[in-house]
């Protein structure tokens, strides 16, 4: 079964360091998410890609955080200047069009900013 | 009103029994509804769309009530290997832009 991959699946930061999460998404698929989900609480949406351009974004994803497919298979969310409050797992997910498909996510990317 | 709301449990029951999980959403825009299941740090897992007419999966079934903007899942005969988060999502929507909801979830335990 087609998956979406992520690494690293555990990334430790220092506060005000820069990191940059990986994603591979399924191939044919054409749109690309990212979302996060602080322990304990729901899942959130940070962006949507598709097209090579964002779609939408959230109002967590403010000018610390940038989303780029550099390459035509790999999907990067780059938090600048991290904080503690950007502890979280983040999880990418793609998905085909039609509305019922729903998505498919990524095991995620652990963030602990220290 | 939250946007996706659930009652968080947890739910406790013995394995076999028949349980029910409901939900509401606050946007009557909605298009599109899915249960996930999501274990213990690990990503969520699309366990079904939800359809207009009701659709079941095996000893899933969901049901969809758009005039009272409401959800639900009933398992039945559950299984220890249920025991997990079920994840209420709906798209904030329609079209392209398929942002999804989710509910804080329902946490489930089957035990022996």
């Known amino acids: 079964e087609p998956e979406v991959t992520q690494t690293p699946s555990h990334q430790v930061t220092q506060m005000g360091q820069e990191v940059i999460l990986r994603c591979v998404p399924i191939s044919n698929h054409l749109y690309f998410y990212w979302y996060r989900q602080i322990l304990g609480q729901k899942v959130e949406f940070l962006v949507s890609f598709y097209n090579n351009e964002i779609s939408e974004k959230s109002e967590i994803f403010d000018d610390q955080f940038s989303v780029e497919r550099p390459d035509g298979s790999n999907f990067t969310l780059k938090i600048r200047s991290t904080k503690l409050e950007d502890s979280a797992m983040y999880f990418c997910a793609s998905s085909e069009e039609g509305p019922l498909y729903g998505y498919t996510f990524g095991s995620g990317t652990r963030l602990t900013v220290v | 009103r939250k946007e996706v709301e659930q009652d968080p449990g947890p739910f406790n029951v013995p394995e076999g029994a028949t349980v029910a999980f409901n939900c509401t959403y606050s946007?009557?825009?909605?298009?599109?509804f899915f249960w996930y299941r999501q274990d213990c740090r690990k990503e969520p897992k699309l366990l079904m769309s939800v359809y207009s007419s009701g659709n079941e999966d095996g000893r899933f079934t969901a049901q969809l009530n758009r005039a009272s903007q409401y959800i639900s899942l009933l398992i039945r005969d559950s299984k220890l290997s249920d025991s997990a988060t079920y994840l209420c999502?709906?798209?904030?929507?329609?079209?392209?832009?398929?942002?999804?909801?989710w509910g804080l979830g329902t946490s489930l335990a089957v035990n022996p």
């Open positions: 946007n009557s825009a909605s298009q599109s």
């Open positions: 999502v709906v798209t904030d929507h329609a079209g392209n832009n398929r942002k999804l909801i």
